[in-house]
């Protein structure tokens, strides 16, 4: 295809990277400003506390560890927030049960009588999901430079595939259950930060915000290292061009996240802007390219695969903008 494939390839990657730093930027953000708030025992502004400042608080606190040189350094940090998913994913299995419990036993169906309660299995909005799977799919970026950096270069396929699974299990986990925990309330609807459904002061939900503030924490000066790689290596042809490259760099990219965080928190909405690009990439435009340019080479292109393939391509694209 071209080295343009490659460079178009690397934008995708980059740009899913940079998605993934806000959408973890803004629910930091309003992780801290619901646990200051909720330790302050009042949810009014004070001074210059507020959800405006609080991404600027969290950049100040986390810049100087997106400046680590070593990747695996990141990686070893990021290693402990495996404790807060473990308490999250209770919580939410605890709410679950108690949801379920707590249901009338005309709820308990198939059929979900009350229509407030019922979410359709397809409806006009059934594209909104397809700009959100590229994001998953794009886990391998974070997968490949952790294993990349593990003790025993041996173990890299057994580590790829549990991480793969892991994450896996985790997103059937988080996606199924907190239906099941808040399904008991008509009428509710499911915000994108699924602990705003909780008061501020209920202890439980408290601590889990304490829990998984750190995981994003430690996971975040990850991801800032991760694109910082791609970038450097992509237009440098080197990992690490020196300390005052790295800072300027890191600092455009920590401050865009900091302002994005704070004029416009809808991490949903901007996993679903970048997800619908680079997904339309990776997914609808580079594998039928590739196919077509194959076929070319080996003389068996036909008008009529050429235009199929071209439909194909066409229908990816807006299904992904679509969403």
């Not at 806000?22 to 004070?46: C, I, K, P, Q, W």
């Not at 600027?56 to 990021?78: D, G, M, Q």
Request: aromatic fraction near 14%; charge should be positive; proline fraction near 6%.
């Amino acid at each position: 295809v071209g080295a343009w494939a490659c460079y178009l390839s690397l934008f995708a990657s980059l740009l899913m990277l940079l998605g993934a730093a806000l959408a973890y930027h803004t629910l930091m953000s309003d992780f801290a400003y619901s646990l200051v708030n909720g330790a302050r025992g009042s949810e009014v502004d004070v001074g210059v506390w507020s959800r405006q400042t609080a991404p600027l608080i969290i950049s100040l606190l986390l810049f100087p560890v997106t400046l680590a040189k070593e990747v695996k350094l990141l990686v070893r940090i990021s290693s402990y927030g495996i404790f807060s998913v473990g308490f999250a994913l209770v919580f939410i299995a605890y709410h679950a049960v108690v949801g379920v419990e707590s249901m009338p036993d005309s709820k308990i169906s198939l059929t979900c009588p009350p229509a407030s309660a019922c979410i359709p299995l397809i409806n006009q909005h059934w594209g909104d999901f397809a700009s959100l799977l590229p994001v998953s799919y794009f886990v391998h970026n974070c997968i490949l430079p952790i294993v990349n950096h593990t003790g025993d270069p041996g173990k890299k396929i057994r580590n790829h595939a549990f991480g793969f699974w892991i994450v896996a299990a985790c997103y059937v986990f988080v996606g199924v259950l907190p239906f099941f925990a808040e399904i008991g309330p008509e009428g509710k609807i499911f915000p994108q930060n699924y602990l705003s459904l909780f008061d501020t002061f209920e202890p439980y939900a408290l601590t889990t915000r304490v829990a998984l503030l750190w995981q994003l924490m430690t996971v975040y000066p990850l991801i800032v290292g991760i694109f910082r790689t791609q970038f450097f290596g992509w237009t440098l042809n080197k990992q690490w061009p020196g300390f005052w490259r790295v800072f300027i760099h890191n600092t455009i990219l920590v401050g865009f996240c900091t302002c994005m965080s704070a004029v416009y928190p809808n991490p949903g909405k901007v996993l679903g802007w970048v997800g619908a690009l680079a997904g339309s990439i990776y997914v609808a435009i580079l594998p039928i390219l590739v196919h077509i340019m194959a076929l070319r080479q080996d003389g068996k292109l036909t008008t009529a695969s050429t235009v199929a393939h071209s439909c194909l391509s066409v229908f990816g694209v807006m299904l992904f903008c679509y969403g």
